[in-house]
């Protein structure tokens, strides 16, 4: 039995065998549109999860080695 993935870019079934070269895509165009999709959400996210950690005492700790390097 053969398991078979969704292509997370257009849905289709995909064998996911070694034959499948751009599994879990259907083919490498949908690979390349799903990269390129993750890649913006995660800059997206990445931004958020820098904007807490300037809250958090990290965050203090960056305020204070500027104002040090400014003077
Ligand atoms: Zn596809």
Do not use: H, N
Request: proline share 4%; glycine share 8%; net charge positive.
């Amino acid at each position: 039995m053969v398991v078979k993935v969704d292509c997370p870019t257009c849905g289709r079934k995909v064998p996911f065998t070694a034959e499948s070269r751009w599994r879990p895509f259907c083919s490498e165009r949908c690979k390349s549109v799903d990269l390129g999709a993750w890649a913006s959400e995660r800059y997206r996210i990445s931004g958020d999860a820098r904007d807490d950690a300037a809250s958090s005492d990290e965050g203090e700790a960056g305020r204070y080695e500027g104002s040090k390097t400014q003077k």
